[in-house]
């Protein structure tokens, strides 16, 4: 059913909090900040068999490139596409600036530029997937986006802009980051998050393990609330949210035995130095191959029961500010920093700089306390679904559905014989019904979309990261929903738990299988032997 598709939410909250990277890099302070997701953690270890991607299509056969001259301004070649020197110097810049803000030390330049230029054949390669794909990010969207942005942080975009360009990002880069985001949330949703399923049966299991830990009745839990960034002195509801960095060293599949030792005593000499006064940030910034390591490594917060269990035993006895040790996950070795945590025993901190504006709301804080009836409207609705793909694009897609639409408005034909025949999504064959939906439920736009009918109504094609849809809205009612509300967010931590690990080996699928040139590294690695 569409229900367990979108009860994520993901396609917009990675835009949100890119956004907030942007302009103020996500700060290892005590105060919490807009949440990130964890990428790259442990991976391979915490995917669920059967909440995998399916393997992309191989990309398709690239002929060699003529023999390399660094100097002809070519930085790498990611299939067919050409990524310049002066791309990399540019993001450079950027990066450099977003880690200087952070206070964190910069790399050696060659360094960071090889980082740099890692992070630009991911987005090149998601572009790519994304085109074979038909996934597309018009200017319309990247405005709502950015209108988006600026009203959560009560802002106008006009102000946005200004203090995105203060940060020393042009507003063109700054819409690039965005579009990427959308780009990366869409896809995302395509290829993982509709495969995921989340049983009712692991949701019993997750809210009884919460209350043997609690020794207690499990409690309803309240929506989620946008809430300014507090210290966790002054946040005792936050009482099991932890901000964690990591340091990755990577370990290739089908690496030998010999080249796992190596890299392991590769990770044991980054703990060591961390461990011995090295600052964690720099030192991920510089040599870890983890995603976040441009953010000196820092991967949000959580709810400790959101982070993967590897994580959550490693840093069971550790305090703000300690380092587990080394940590092995079929992705590679893991060192883990405590930024942050409400239960930690660590002095109080010192004051923090003033908080980057609030892009999103705080994710899940996990199971609280009793808060006692939860009153809602909820709303019965069904809907077609018609996905965008190589063959049939946005325009095809919306058509299609004005047609459909206009058989049920004028020409009397029944929605849900429509939906049986047409649709795909998994809820065609109960003809489109979605059941009684809670607020927060469905992703923004289809929730938009939902709210603005009235009974009976059917919309005009609406687009959400899923494709295009036709809503009708069967029936509303007011419903105590404190234990579905309860049942969701456990859920939503479930799926959180496999789907970003997901999209992650998706993400190196298409990496493994992908030609790339990267003549940066190369240079490195002649340079190296030369000495």
């Known amino acids: 059913m569409m229900r367990?598709?979108?009860?994520?939410?993901?396609?917009?909250?990675?835009?949100?909090?890119?956004?907030l990277l942007a302009i103020y890099a996500a700060t290892p302070s005590p105060a919490w900040s807009a949440d990130t997701p964890a990428k790259g953690a442990a991976r391979k270890s915490a995917a669920s068999s059967h909440g995998k991607a399916a393997a992309p299509a191989p990309a398709a056969a690239t002929p060699a490139p003529p023999a390399e001259q660094f100097a002809d301004g070519?930085?790498?070649?990611?299939?067919k596409d050409v990524i310049t020197l002066?791309?990399?110097?540019?993001?450079?810049?950027?990066?450099?600036?977003?880690?200087?803000?952070?206070k964190i030390q910069l790399p050696p330049q060659d360094v960071l530029q090889r980082q740099v230029l890692q992070r630009l054949i991911m987005q090149r390669l998601q572009r790519q997937e994304a085109d074979r794909m038909n996934i597309k990010v018009d200017k319309a969207t990247v405005d709502q986006a950015i209108g988006t942005v600026a009203a959560r942080n009560?802002?106008?975009?006009?102000?946005?802009?200004?203090?995105?360009?203060?940060?020393?990002?042009?507003?063109?880069?700054?819409?690039?980051?965005?579009?990427?985001?959308?780009?990366?949330?869409?896809?995302?949703?395509?290829?993982?998050?509709?495969?995921?399923?989340?049983s009712d049966a692991?949701?019993?299991?997750?809210?009884?393990?919460?209350?043997?830990?609690?020794?207690?009745?499990?409690?309803?839990?309240?929506?989620?609330?946008?809430?300014?960034?507090?210290?966790?002195?002054?946040?005792?509801?936050?009482?099991?949210?932890?901000?964690?960095?990591?340091?990755?060293v990577r370990v290739p599949d089908g690496s030998t035995p010999d080249q796992v030792a190596a890299l392991?005593?590769?990770?044991?000499?980054?703990?060591?130095?961390v461990k011995s006064g090295s600052d964690f940030a720099s030192v991920a910034a510089a040599a870890s191959d983890g995603p976040e390591a441009l953010q000196g490594g820092a991967m949000g917060v959580r709810p400790l029961d959101g982070w993967p269990d590897l994580f959550v035993r490693a840093i069971a006895n550790l305090s703000r500010g300690q380092i587990s040790g080394i940590i092995q996950s079929g992705n590679g070795f893991h060192i883990l920093k405590v930024l942050d945590r409400a239960s930690g025993a660590a002095p109080a901190p010192a004051p923090a700089p003033a908080p980057a504006p609030q892009a999103m709301p705080q994710q899940p804080r996990g199971l609280g306390a009793p808060q006692g009836p939860m009153q809602v409207t909820q709303t019965h609705a069904r809907h077609i679904l018609i996905k965008t793909s190589a063959v049939v694009n946005d325009a095809q897609a919306r058509q299609r559905l004005?047609?459909?639409?206009?058989?049920?408005?004028?020409?009397?034909?029944?929605?849900?014989?429509?939906?049986?025949?047409?649709?795909?999504?998994?809820?065609?064959?109960?003809?489109?019904?979605?059941?009684?939906?809670?607020?927060?439920?469905?992703?923004?736009?289809?929730?938009?979309?939902?709210?603005?009918?009235?009974?009976?109504?059917?919309?005009?094609?609406?687009?959400?990261?899923?494709?295009?849809?036709?809503?009708?809205?069967l029936e509303r009612r007011e419903k105590d929903v404190a234990d579905e509300m309860q049942r969701m967010q456990?859920?939503?931590?479930?799926?959180?738990?496999?789907?970003?690990?997901a999209f992650e080996d998706y993400l190196d699928q298409l990496h493994d299988q992908a030609y790339i040139d990267n003549r940066l590294e190369k240079q490195a690695q002649r340079e190296q032997a030369d000495h």
Not at 225 to 244: G, S
Not at 264 to 273: C, G, M, T, Y
Request: proline share 7%; charged share 25%; aromatic share 4%.
């Open 4 to 19: 367990r598709v979108f009860v994520p939410k993901a396609a917009w909250r990675g835009v949100l909090s890119a956004a």
């Open 202 to 248: 692991e949701v019993d299991a997750y809210l009884k393990e919460q209350q043997r830990r609690r020794g207690g009745a499990p409690a309803p839990m309240q929506p989620q609330q946008p809430v300014a960034p507090e210290p966790v002195a002054a946040a005792p509801a936050a009482a099991d949210r932890v901000a964690l960095a990591q340091i990755l």
């Open 74 to 79: 070519i930085a790498a070649i990611v299939n």
């Open 490 to 501: 456990a859920r939503r931590i479930l799926f959180e738990r496999r789907a970003e690990p």
């Open 86 to 102: 002066r791309e990399v110097r540019e993001a450079t810049q950027v990066a450099a600036a977003e880690l200087t803000r952070q």
């Open 402 to 473: 004005e047609l459909l639409r206009q058989r049920i408005v004028s020409g009397g034909e029944d929605f849900a014989t429509l939906a049986k025949q047409n649709s795909q999504d998994a809820s065609a064959p109960q003809g489109g019904d979605l059941g009684w939906l809670s607020p927060g439920e469905t992703v923004p736009p289809f929730e938009a979309a939902m709210n603005a009918l009235k009974v009976g109504e059917v919309s005009e094609p609406i687009q959400s990261p899923f494709g295009w849809h036709l809503i009708q809205v």
């Open 154 to 198: 009560k802002l106008s975009v006009d102000q946005l802009r200004q203090e995105v360009e203060k940060s020393g990002i042009t507003w063109e880069q700054y819409r690039r980051n965005i579009s990427d985001e959308v780009l990366s949330d869409r896809l995302r949703a395509r290829t993982v998050d509709a495969n995921i399923i989340i």
């Open 264 to 273: 392991r005593k590769k990770a044991e000499d980054l703990l060591a130095r």
